[in-house]
Nanobody, 123 residues
Framework: QVQLVESGGGLVQAGDSLTLSCAASGRTFSKLGMGWFRQAPGKEREFVAAISWTGGTTGYLDSVKGRFTIARENARSTVYLQMSSLKPEDTAVYYC????????????????WGQGIQVTVSS
């Protein structure tokens, strides 16, 4: 089992930056592919970003490329999502997820999920 706990969400204004953190426990973190997903009100959950075991491979949703950065710190069993130039359309509940594969961008590849954390961007 893997436990994931997100932190760092909140209410910000358009153009601001925010960093989400996700602390993992229960399994060797360096053997987990990690990802961030989000779900806006009335919409399906969507992939946002992913990072491979070693951090050498990353992937992003097209609409966040150049604004969001995913990073991991294996020594701290933590993955981050650094968000900048935030827009109202980034408002959503953000979920951290872990996969036993090296890297994944599909929701179905992820076995473990955090509870989610709210990010609200006001205009």
């Amino acid at each position: 089992q893997v436990q994931l706990v997100e932190s760092g969400g909140g209410l910000v204004q358009a153009g601001d930056s925010l960093t989400l953190s996700c602390a993992a426990s229960g399994r060797t973190f360096s053997k987990l592919g990690m990802g961030w997903f989000r779900q806006a009100p009335g919409k399906e959950r969507e992939f946002v970003a992913a990072i491979s075991w070693t951090g050498g491979t990353t992937g992003y949703l097209d609409s966040v490329k150049g604004r969001f950065t995913i990073a991991r710190e294996n020594a701290r069993s933590t993955v981050y999502l650094q968000m900048s130039s935030l827009k109202p359309e980034d408002t959503a509940v953000y979920y951290c997820a872990a996969t036993l594969t090296a890297f994944g961008q599909r929701e179905t590849e992820y076995r473990y999920w955090g509870q989610g954390i709210q990010v609200t961007v006001s205009s």
